[in-house]
């Protein structure tokens, strides 16, 4: 099982990015779906979260500007940010609640991490 995060980048302030996140793998099923970021010296912080019925989640800090949204058909979630912030900078991180088959047909649940998308905002 792997989760793929892309579409991060440099942005100046104001600006948006879109992120998005696909799992992969003997995926069973999918929970909540969510995005952590962590800035340079810092926790890594939650930023939106999203449940296998849609509800959503956000962070103080990014609500109105950060949308979540995700595609079951493809296991996929996104983060649609807008008016970004040079606060907004760190490596932002895919997190997903799997139920998935080990190469013996093992159940196994737990949460899942893709690797990081660095998102840099200029001021």
């Known amino acids: 099982v792997q989760l793929q995060a892309s579409g991060g980048g440099f942005v100046q302030s104001e600006g948006s990015l879109r992120l998005t996140c696909a799992a992969s793998?003997?995926?069973?099923?999918?929970?909540?779906m969510a995005w952590y970021r962590q800035a340079p010296g810092k926790q890594r912080d939650l930023v939106a979260t999203?449940?296998?019925?849609?509800?959503?989640n956000y962070a103080d800090s990014v609500k109105g500007r950060f949308t979540i949204s995700r595609d079951h058909a493809k296991n996929t979630v996104y983060l649609q940010m807008n008016s970004l912030k040079p606060e907004d900078t760190a490596v932002y991180y895919c997190?997903?609640?799997?139920?998935?088959?080990?190469?013996?047909?093992?159940?196994?649940?737990?949460?899942?991490w893709g690797k990081g998308t660095l998102v840099t905002v200029s001021s």
């Open positions: 997190a997903a609640d799997l139920r998935y088959y080990t190469n013996y047909d093992e159940p196994v649940v737990e949460r899942s």
């Open positions: 793998g003997n995926i069973d099923s999918i929970n909540a």
């Open positions: 999203i449940t296998n019925g849609g509800t959503t």
